[in-house]
T-cell receptor
């Protein structure tokens, strides 16, 4: 089977840095993706890691360690608009398996 | 940029009725994914198509659910008969770039289904 674990909720203040962790157990692993979803909206793609290491895209970075079956999403210089749910997703056999999501609450 | 139109955006129906959800990629795509999202079960893959052929329908809950993709520009998800536990948001998604990685998917706006 496949399973992904993420914290259910994280809180932070504007301007801070927050890290959302994801651990996974899966067969046929190709990479780890991250998606953002605002309330009432659709998931939107943020990043994808196929290889170990850190990928940076603006204020967001994503990390993967295949040997540890672990990854994280790092959000810097938090803004109120970053309040949303964040999902990690394992790419496996031509499809994505999503984690349960982490709700990020950014306060002033 | 990839774009997906889903219709209807909201559907309220009574138990036992047939429901048809539609997905139309703005640019034709050979791969297409149907997801269901609920508070209890999160975001689940129901079925996905490649070259308009269903590849994996192991996520389809039961025989009441069926999906088709007659061409690269259109897909339907049908529930018959519908039940209250089918209430959820149903998303259609495509690879962000046609022929690109399935790891980067573009989601449509979703259909919020309520079965009374």
């Amino acid at each position: 089977g496949q399973s992904l674990e993420q914290p259910s909720e994280v809180t932070a203040v504007e301007g801070a840095i927050v890290q959302i962790n994801c651990t996974y157990q899966t067969s046929g692993f190709y990479g780890l993706s991250w998606y953002q979803q605002h309330d009432g909206g659709a998931p939107t793609f943020l990043s994808y890691n196929a290889l170990d290491g850190l990928e940076e895209t603006g204020r967001f970075s994503s990390f993967l360690s295949r040997s540890d079956s672990y990854g994280y999403l790092l959000l810097q210089e938090l803004q109120m608009k970053d309040s949303a749910s964040y999902f990690c997703a394992v790419a496996s056999f031509q499809k994505l398996v999503f984690g349960t999501g982490t709700r990020l609450l950014v306060s002033p | 940029d990839a774009g997906v139109i889903q219709s209807p955006r909201h559907e309220v129906t009574e138990m036992g009725q047939e429901v048809t959800l539609r997905c139309k990629p703005i640019s034709g795509h050979n791969s297409l994914f149907w997801y269901r999202q609920t508070m209890m079960r999160g975001l689940e893959l129901l079925i996905y198509f490649n070259n308009n052929v269903p590849i994996d329908d192991s996520g389809m809950p039961e025989d009441r659910f069926s999906a088709k993709m007659p061409n690269a520009s259109f897909s339907t998800l049908k529930i018959q008969p519908s039940e209250p536990r089918d209430s959820a948001v149903y998303f259609c998604a495509i690879p962000r770039q046609d022929g690109g990685s399935d790891n980067e998917q573009f989601f449509g706006p979703g259909t919020r289904l309520t079965v009374l």
